[in-house]
């Protein structure tokens, strides 16, 4: 009696959104995969670019909307390649910035899952560079920091060091929040409180290397304002600095 073979596990970052924007390992697993599992952040171009004959399989998770508990996408992970399929995870950006895939892989190794990390655009470079920002210049910004801006700043255990990042955009650095709409009113204000000087120039990309792209730009103390007045709504990354 032969004893079923485990799949692998592809951790596929599909990049900020432009399917022409994907790796061509991307490319060629999502053409040969027998099931994808799939972020709400992967943009629709690259799901419908999916064969007909691939099991296409939604668990995202949306700010405010329908979640898949991570436990269970773990899970179903795990079912589908001991099933003996080539399943490919695909998550918007990179798979190993803010997006889980450093969990995943924990979890199918512990489990005896083969899997492999493919990495994508993270929106993190992507976004300002399209908007035509360079996240690091040789005259103007040689550090880089990139944060996530789910978390709430004020509260007393935060993982983010609002002062240290405030240092580095003051010495000339670029921070990129993702994920950060909601929070923007206030992270701005977080690192106004650690000292940046209001004048700093801000600029949010929404849907970034999308036809619908939309940058809107201003600084720390007016970027809450013309966001809202021009109703930016994630995803959207935004770039803090000079």
Same mark, same amino acid.
Request: net charge negative; no cysteine.
């Given at each position: 009696?032969?004893?079923?073979? &485990?799949?692998?596990?592809? *951790?596929?970052?599909?990049?900020?959104?432009?399917?022409?924007?994907?790796?061509?390992?991307?490319?060629?697993?999502?053409? +040969?995969?027998?099931?994808?599992?799939?972020?709400?952040? =992967?943009?629709?171009?690259? %799901?419908?670019?999916?064969?007909?004959?691939?099991?296409?399989?939604? =668990?995202?998770?949306?700010?405010?909307?329908?979640?898949?508990?991570?436990?269970?996408?773990?899970?179903?992970?795990?079912? @589908?390649?001991?099933?003996?399929?080539? /399943?490919?995870?695909?998550?918007?950006?990179?798979?190993?910035?803010?997006?889980?895939?450093?969990?995943? @892989?924990?979890? *199918?190794?512990?489990?005896?899952?083969?899997?492999? =990390? /493919? !990495? $994508?655009? &993270?929106?993190? /470079?992507? @976004?300002? $560079?399209?908007?035509?920002?360079?996240?690091?210049?040789?005259?103007?910004? +040689?550090?880089?920091?990139? /944060?996530?801006?789910?978390?709430?700043?004020?509260?007393?255990?935060?993982?983010?060091?609002?002062?240290?990042? +405030?240092?580095? =955009?003051?010495?000339?650095?670029?921070? #990129?929040?993702?994920?950060? #709409?909601?929070? *923007?009113?206030?992270?701005?204000?977080?690192?106004?409180?650690?000292? %940046?000087?209001?004048?700093?120039?801000?600029?949010?990309?929404?849907? @970034?290397?999308? +036809?619908?792209?939309?940058? #809107?730009?201003?600084?720390?103390?007016?970027?809450?304002?013309?966001?809202?007045?021009?109703?930016?709504?994630? !995803?959207?990354?935004?770039? %803090?600095?000079?």
């Amino acid at each position: 009696m032969s004893t079923m073979t &485990t799949g692998t596990v592809y *951790l596929v970052g599909a990049g900020p959104g432009d399917p022409e924007l994907m790796t061509v390992k991307a490319r060629r697993l999502l053409d +040969s995969a027998d099931v994808v599992f799939h972020d709400s952040l =992967v943009g629709d171009g690259v %799901v419908d670019s999916i064969p007909d004959d691939v099991r296409v399989e939604p =668990v995202g998770k949306r700010a405010g909307g329908e979640r898949t508990p991570q436990a269970e996408i773990n899970d179903r992970l795990v079912r @589908a390649a001991k099933a003996g399929r080539e /399943v490919v995870r695909l998550k918007g950006g990179d798979p190993t910035i803010f997006a889980r895939g450093g969990e995943e @892989a924990e979890h *199918l190794a512990r489990h005896d899952v083969p899997f492999e =990390v /493919v !990495p $994508g655009i &993270t929106s993190a /470079v992507a @976004a300002p $560079g399209v908007a035509g920002i360079p996240p690091t210049h040789r005259d103007h910004a +040689s550090t880089l920091a990139v /944060v996530t801006g789910h978390e709430d700043p004020t509260k007393e255990d935060s993982a983010l060091d609002w002062d240290a990042l +405030s240092g580095l =955009v003051d010495a000339g650095g670029t921070l #990129v929040i993702l994920m950060g #709409v909601g929070r *923007l009113p206030d992270n701005a204000a977080a690192l106004r409180a650690a000292s %940046v000087d209001a004048d700093t120039p801000v600029a949010m990309i929404e849907r @970034a290397t999308l +036809s619908d792209e939309r940058v #809107v730009t201003g600084t720390l103390d007016t970027i809450v304002d013309i966001a809202d007045a021009a109703g930016i709504e994630p !995803p959207a990354v935004t770039v %803090v600095g000079n």
